[in-house]
């Protein structure tokens, strides 16, 4: 009697969309500073009386020591770093138009479907899993897969900066159970439209990208240049310290729908001491799952969100003096891209590993949220 043996799902390309504008901290701080000197002479007043609080200087030290930012991409430069509006400009586009999200989306996927050797016709479900999607509905994901040609379903989920590992998850289990063959994940990650630049703890973090993965059974897969993933694991934990509060309820409660709550806040060093110790927690018991120890691990492609919080799970994990090779970080050009990081880090840093070598792909972040998989080069 012979045992049907369980599938193998494989990573079998990958694609980004990098935008072609770049700010820089230089350009964001002085920005910034020159905003705040306007917002603390008009009010004056309220501020001696303590009523508002003062807005202090940036510096791009600060931000460098804060982050490990030096720069980021954006969709548009436009109104960013205007004085008097301190926000991106984006014209609105027609229902009939292609949808900002989508047309970043639709760039990535075809180059991850290139690098896959695949067509519309081998694929038949789309997921859509980023920070934020542009509206409710119809979905991102049905808007990319028509704009594509691919047959099948297609839908949007939002985990914050754990929504590329866990589109993966689903992507994953999907075809495990056989109700996928061939499954595009996307991550379109358009943030700066959220971004409060008027924030100076916060007004440097974001920039703007989008990232595709080609996921299919090992039986179909024909790229030189694919993964084998070995597991994946997810882990939630509810927690306000970091929080968007944008919605449609603000048209039924009368209060400002742009307020600075509706916007990305955080309680940053919180956040930094909660979240770091969970990630390196989560990474070690995946491992140990699999029999597997830090130091088996070939690459870690992890969030990039911060790199003081990426040093400090790397330390846990494996102590100090580890190769910069081990950990890549794409922080210091990118910026945050929200749940696209750790894909940008996967796209840019694998092409060296070879048969047989173990990497980690992680993110986390609001929620709290982390997920992970595990690969190994084909």
């Known amino acids: 009697m012979t045992t049907k043996s369980s599938p193998k799902v494989i990573i079998s390309g990958s694609g980004i969309w990098t935008p072609p504008n770049i700010i820089t901290n230089e350009e ?8 705040a000197e306007k917002f603390n002479a ?7 009386a303590g009523k508002i609080a003062e807005k202090y200087p940036s510096s791009t030290r600060f931000i460098e ?3 490990g930012i030096k720069a980021r991409h954006v969709y548009t430069r436009e109104g960013i770093l205007d004085v008097k509006r301190m926000r991106p400009k984006f014209p609105e586009r027609k229902d009939e138009e292609l949808s900002n999200q989508a047309e970043i989306g639709v760039f990535a996927a075809r180059k991850a479907m ?10 038949d479900a789309v997921i859509v899993s980023c920070a934020y999607t542009q509206r409710p509905y119809p979905a991102i994901a049905i808007e990319i897969q028509n704009e594509l040609g691919i047959n099948g379903f297609g839908f949007d989920m939002l985990v914050a900066c754990s929504a590329a590992t866990f589109g ?3 992507a994953y289990d999907s075809l495990m159970s056989g109700s996928t063959k061939c499954v595009l994940a996307v991550n379109p990650e358009l943030v700066t439209p959220q971004v409060n630049f008027c924030d100076r703890d916060s007004h440097f ?9 080609i996921m299919e059974r090992s039986e179909t897969c024909t790229s030189p240049y694919s993964y084998e993933i070995l597991s994946t694991k997810a882990l939630t934990k509810f927690s306000n310290n970091i929080r968007s509060n944008f919605g449609h309820m603000s048209y039924a409660t009368d209060v400002n729908p742009f307020g600075a709550d509706k916007l990305f806040h955080q309680s940053g060093r919180i956040v930094f001491k909660e979240v770091s110790p969970v990630a390196a927690q989560h990474i070690s018991e995946h491992l140990a799952s699999l029999d597997l120890k830090p130091d088996d691990i070939k690459r870690f492609w992890l969030h990039q969100a911060n790199i003081n919080m990426n040093n400090r799970v790397i330390k846990e994990l494996l102590g100090d003096d580890v190769e910069e090779e081990r950990i890549p970080t794409i922080l210091d050009s990118y910026g945050n891209t929200a749940s696209a ?3 940008v880090a996967f796209h840019l840093y694998n092409a060296d590993l070879k048969k047989g070598d173990i990497g980690v792909i992680c993110s986390f972040g609001a929620g709290y949220s982390v997920g992970s998989l595990v690969l190994r080069k084909r």
């Open 28 to 35: 964001l701080v002085e920005s910034y500073n020159a905003y």
């Open 42 to 48: 008009l009010h004056a007043a309220d501020i001696a």
């Open 65 to 67: 020591k804060t982050s």
């Open 114 to 123: 290139a690098a896959a050797g695949k067509t519309a016709a081998d694929i």
């Open 168 to 170: 993966l998850h689903r």
């Open 205 to 213: 973090i974001f920039g703007d990208v989008s990232t595709a993965i």
């Open 341 to 343: 990081g750790s894909i």
